[in-house]
């Protein structure tokens, strides 16, 4: 039985959204390899060139959570468009950026716009699928998700070798110009809530906390973390905002998350496992770019072809399982991509310096197959159970 009415050009809507969302997602890596590049070009060090990839993140985390409302309060369709346009224009002023102030200021606005493009784009195919094609439509969403920061290193090397640092930023323009075109010619606006209110309270709290908390983490290392007071001021600001946000959502009514999200068992576990693999996983890809451009001297070139085989094993595996989905147990299938991840995880402690590119190029496609393994059924269980009028606050999350 399908729970989803008929939808025409499903298949264009998709490709319009996955298009988004490799912008988005390539975006997370692809300055990575570039670094020592834009180091140079805007006069920065070591430590202050990490800003250019912190600043993203962190005005990508904060604005990711209260994309749902503002679908819901101004539309879905309109939300998207400002966003891929928002994204675009980010895009293309830090490719001109001439200083380091600039390139930060201009990547906190690309994290900023950028945020709400996977969570939006995850609600239009949760939309227009049924619930017995969902798993297909995940594993393709959950493709474009993970293997843009696993082709980033690879795109954004050829681009800084072969061209300029700059036009890992302006690749950005053909992809956004695409996809906004064919957002405005296929996909239908949903219907607005103009009584949706956001809570500025708890949005301002989880804002704050993260923000302090990627301070902290970042400027702990150079400032010996706890004998620096800037570091002790950053943990005890991060650590109030999450206890005041954590006690308002529990305590408040109509808070910026509801904890009755928690109350559906699949959501919460998927959510838990999700958080697990997001942080070793993205963890290890952000430092295998350092690790193999500056320890084992590799050109920017072929530290991104090394690393490109982590994405050829995610998306073999992700298209694998979306076919095995609901016929296979998934607590199999998770089992499978946990025990590849560890796997791989346990082989790259032993690295040095003088590990061969076999060995690095087999443990990655063996790494991304984990994953592979692992997002599609998550995905799909985190979503399998919960009512469609939280998805919006779900995929936020």
Partial sequence: MSDTPLVHNRGAITACVILAVIMQALDTTIANVALPYIEGSVSASADQINWVLTSYIVAAAIMTPPSGFLSNRFGRKRMLLVAIVGFVVASMLCGFSQSLNQIVAFRLMQGLFGAALVPLSQGILLD???????????????????????LGPVIGGW?????????????????????FAGIVIFVQETRRDLQARLDWLGFGMLSIGIGALQLFLDRGEPLDWFSSSEIWIEALVAASAFYIFLVHIFTANNTFVSPKLFLDQN???????????????LASLALMTPYLQTLMDYPVTT?????????????????VVGKLIGKVDTRYLLAIGLGLTAWAMYEMI????????????SVGFVQGSGLGFLFVPLTTIAFATLPASMRGEGMGL
Avoid: H, K
């Fill in 303 to 319: 530290a991104g072809i090394v690393m490109g085989p982590r994405g050829l094993g995610t998306m073999l595996c992700m298209f």
């Fill in 350 to 361: 032993g690295w040095t310096p003088d590990v061969s590119q076999w060995t690095l190029i």
């Fill in 267 to 281: 959501f919460s576990v998927s959510m838990f496992f999700i958080f697990i693999i997001g942080v070793t996983y």
């Fill in 159 to 179: 681009l800084t070798a072969n061209v300029n640092w700059r036009w890992v930023f302006y690749i950005n323009l053909p992809i956004g110009l695409l996809a």
């Fill in 128 to 150: 227009i699928y049924t619930i017995e094609e969902r798993g297909s439509a995940m594993a393709l969403f959950g493709v474009s998700v993970m293997v843009g920061p696993v």
